[in-house]
């Protein structure tokens, strides 16, 4: 995937005002009109230039992808790292439109809603004259799986998005420190009452919603509140059976290995996975592994099972 400079389809400066954006997208936007455009590619242009401005007219989107780029070098193919949008507090409307068929799969894998800066927390509406609270805000935060087993209290840093007198963005980190509730799961919203915008009129500040996301572990892989661990095994602890210590999110437990096991089997562990009102399980997946045949006295035992031990494990490809 191509990335898209929206700073040249505009035709601006990166460090442009939000005036100067403004008046660069009128200038542009009548150009490719395909109503009156006779430029080449009228139409492609004109999307393109809608899609920039999508982004460059809004703080958030903005700094966002200002971040995001500031690696980027010409001539690189484009992919999102992976914790794109992790610990950036956007508006709750945020992500709201960021389905536009017309945008181009950049600006989808960016802004849309399977993306970190998907549609986030509820928005709040503000009524002139009468006391209205605060617009909520919505950040993504990473944390270990360990935190969302045994929960945790921990300090963030968030980056907040913000238009100067000048009409510049700035970002202005801000750190908090959070609870996160035993359980949480991958997608789960965390909220932080009143941590959200100042309210209008007397109205009370909106809210903070942390959207969870666990970091990769070492030895886990996590789908809801399941877990599943790859646990090694001998030869010989899979064709006689054994017990074997097993860790597990709560510590080592004894876990029996029945005889005849083969690789990718799956065992389950009953709740001994992500509590909650129904807790989670975690399922074991044997592999076989095979010692090395790396002295002399091991390739002899190894012959020496080629001769007793007569087996074809090709068997059932045999027509």
Same mark, same amino acid.
């Given at each position: 995937?191509?990335?898209? /400079?929206? +700073?040249?389809?505009?035709?601006?400066? !990166?460090?442009?005002?939000?005036?100067?954006? =403004?008046?660069?997208?009128? !200038?542009?936007?009548?150009? +490719?009109?395909? /109503? #009156?455009?006779?430029?080449?590619?009228?139409?492609?242009?004109?999307?393109?230039?809608?899609?920039?401005?999508?982004?460059? =007219?809004?703080?958030?989107?903005?700094? *966002? +992808?200002?971040?995001?780029?500031?690696?980027?070098?010409?001539?690189?193919?484009?992919?999102?790292?992976?914790?794109?949008?992790?610990?950036?507090?956007?508006?709750?409307?945020?992500? $709201?439109?960021?389905?536009?068929?017309?945008?181009?799969?950049?600006?989808?894998?960016?802004?849309?809603?399977?993306?970190?800066?998907?549609?986030?927390?509820?928005?709040?509406?503000?009524? &002139?004259? +009468?006391?209205?609270?605060?617009?909520?805000?919505?950040?993504?935060?990473?944390? /270990?799986?360990? @935190?969302?087993?045994?929960?945790?209290?921990?300090?963030?840093?968030?980056?907040?998005?913000?238009?100067?007198?000048?009409?510049? #963005?700035?970002?202005?980190?801000?750190?908090?420190?959070?609870?996160?509730?035993?359980?949480?799961?991958?997608?789960?919203?965390?909220?932080?009452?009143?941590?959200?915008?100042?309210?209008?009129?007397?109205?009370?500040?909106? @809210?903070?919603?942390?959207?969870?996301?666990?970091?990769?572990?070492?030895?886990?892989?996590?789908?809801? &509140?399941?877990?599943?661990?790859?646990?090694?095994?001998?030869?010989?602890?899979?064709?006689?059976? *054994?017990?074997?210590?097993?860790?597990?999110?709560?510590?080592?437990?004894?876990? $029996?290995?029945?005889?005849?096991?083969?690789?990718?089997?799956?065992? &389950?562990? =009953?709740? $001994?996975?992500?509590?909650?009102?129904?807790?989670? @399980?975690?399922?074991?997946?044997?592999?076989?592994?095979?010692?090395?045949?790396?002295?002399?006295? =091991?390739?002899?035992?190894?012959?020496?099972?080629?001769?007793?031990?007569?087996?074809?494990?090709?068997?059932?490809?045999?027509?």
């Amino acid at each position: 995937m191509d990335y898209k /400079d929206y +700073y040249k389809i505009i035709g601006v400066a !990166r460090d442009a005002s939000a005036d100067e954006i =403004k008046r660069a997208y009128r !200038r542009a936007a009548r150009k +490719y009109h395909p /109503d #009156v455009s006779k430029e080449n590619n009228a139409e492609q242009r004109f999307k393109e230039v809608q899609e920039a401005h999508e982004v460059l =007219k809004d703080p958030d989107k903005r700094a *966002a +992808y200002d971040q995001l780029g500031a690696n980027w070098r010409q001539g690189q193919q484009f992919t999102p790292p992976p914790d794109w949008g992790n610990n950036f507090e956007f508006s709750g409307s945020f992500g $709201r439109g960021a389905e536009d068929p017309g945008f181009s799969d950049f600006f989808s894998s960016l802004f849309g809603a399977r993306s970190g800066f998907g549609p986030g927390g509820p928005p709040r509406g503000r009524a &002139r004259g +009468y006391p209205s609270p605060g617009e909520s805000h919505t950040a993504r935060i990473e944390i /270990d799986l360990e @935190d969302a087993f045994n929960g945790a209290t921990t300090t963030i840093e968030l980056k907040s998005p913000q238009l100067n007198e000048d009409g510049h #963005v700035t970002v202005r980190p801000r750190t908090l420190k959070v609870t996160i509730p035993k359980g949480v799961i991958e997608g789960q919203q965390v909220r932080l009452a009143g941590q959200g915008s100042a309210g209008s009129g007397g109205g009370p500040a909106g @809210d903070l919603y942390l959207e969870i996301v666990l970091r990769p572990h070492r030895l886990y892989k996590v789908e809801g &509140r399941d877990i599943s661990l790859n646990l090694p095994i001998a030869p010989w602890e899979a064709a006689l059976g *054994a017990t074997i210590q097993t860790p597990t999110l709560a510590g080592a437990v004894e876990l $029996r290995i029945p005889a005849g096991a083969r690789t990718d089997q799956k065992l &389950r562990l =009953k709740g $001994r996975g992500l509590p909650g009102p129904t807790p989670g @399980d975690q399922f074991v997946v044997l592999k076989i592994v095979t010692p090395p045949a790396d002295s002399d006295d =091991k390739r002899v035992f190894y012959e020496r099972m080629q001769r007793e031990l007569p087996f074809n494990p090709r068997s059932e490809l045999e027509q």
